[in-house]
């Protein structure tokens, strides 16, 4: 694969939007409330996807060496023991299958699916990893059950809207690139 230099310039500029959409934070348990997750669709779904996934790889690893670019303006390697952790590896994964799944689609509904599979991924790595941190590492005694309330629920209408958004602004933004 011949790497163009119009596409580096976009994963860098997604993996910049993934760290604004951090910053846009409402803290409401263990997770907070932030935009990251429509911007990792918006890399799916504007990015082939190797270029997808190291956008959010790159953002995950800037974070890691300790630039505050986390919710909260949070980094560095101990983020690893943070609950939300395990959403940012499965922002990775997310966004390579979302635009593996979304490439060349132009139907909304084709593309609402997509990200909808992406966000089952974010929720099958992340509500496991954060279950583990917090009974594991920080003691918190937590249920299964606790973890949907707390990791899932609160967040399943924010991020369809978001999905929505991004499968309506997406092909638009595509014509334009």
């Known amino acids: 694969m011949r790497i163009k230099t ?45 270029y997808a996934a190291l956008s959010v790889l790159s953002y995950v690893l800037l974070g890691l060496v300790g630039l505050p670019i986390f919710s909260g303006f949070k980094g560095g390697i101990n983020y690893i023991f943070s609950p939300t952790f395990g959403f940012l590896i499965a922002f990775i994964i997310g966004a390579f299958v979302i635009s593996k799944l979304a490439h060349g689609k132009t139907k909304f509904t084709e593309i609402l699916i997509a990200l909808i599979i992406g966000e089952v991924i974010f929720y099958a790595i992340g509500l496991p990893y954060m279950y583990v941190i917090l009974t594991k590492v920080v003691g918190t005694p937590m249920t299964a059950s606790k973890v949907f309330t707390v990791g899932m629920i609160p967040f399943l209408i924010p991020d369809l809207g978001k999905a929505v958004i991004a499968a309506l602004i997406a092909p638009k933004i595509r014509r334009a690139l």
């Open 6 to 50: 119009k596409d580096l310039t976009k994963t860098a500029l997604l993996a910049a939007l993934i760290a604004i959409g951090a910053f846009i934070s409402i803290p409401i348990g263990p997770i907070p409330f932030t935009l990251q997750n429509f911007f990792v669709f918006m890399a799916g779904l504007l990015l082939l996807p190797e």
